[in-house]
């Protein structure tokens, strides 16, 4: 069973940059999806960026499109998040969640669609999140 581990978070001025980077153990993930979501204070969980093993395929969610990237390590079995011109309201503790490829139909239904939380989540694994805090 795949265990996800987030890490990289912290304090940034706006317009700064931060990585935070999703670590699997367990199994590779090759077979499965990893997509990113964040919770504000007082806010709902939301998905923020998610992408498909299988196909490459990504999504974004519109307020991070052009400032926000995914990407691989195969070799460290490692995905990333580089957040780039980031702003005040990207405040929050980001997870990174595991989901296997055969339960992705979109990577849009994996961030918007799918049950995350209790025991109805359709995800292999969840971090235990990363604060990202942004403020001058």
């Known amino acids: 069973q795949v265990q996800v581990v987030e890490s990289g978070g912290g304090l940034v001025q706006p317009g700064g940059s931060l990585r935070l980077s999703c670590a699997a153990s367990?199994?590779?993930?090759?077979?499965?999806?990893i997509g990113w979501f964040r919770q504000a204070p007082q806010k709902d969980l939301e998905g923020v960026s998610c992408?498909?093993?299988?196909?490459?395929?990504?999504y974004y969610q519109d307020s991070v499109k052009g400032r926000f990237t995914m990407s691989r390590d195969n070799a460290k079995n490692t995905v990333y998040l580089q957040m780039d011109s980031l702003k005040p309201e990207d405040t929050a503790v980001y997870y990174c969640?595991?989901?296997?490829?055969?339960?992705?139909?979109?990577?849009?239904?994996?961030?918007?669609?799918?049950?995350?939380?209790?025991?109805?989540?359709?995800?292999?694994?969840w971090g235990q999140g990363t604060q990202v805090t942004v403020s001058s």
């Open positions: 367990g199994d590779t993930l090759d077979y499965y999806g």
């Open positions: 969640a595991a989901l296997e490829n055969w339960k992705i139909t979109t990577v849009q239904n994996m961030c918007e669609g799918l049950p995350r939380v209790g025991p109805q989540s359709a995800f292999a694994s």
């Open positions: 992408v498909s093993s299988r196909d490459g395929s990504t």
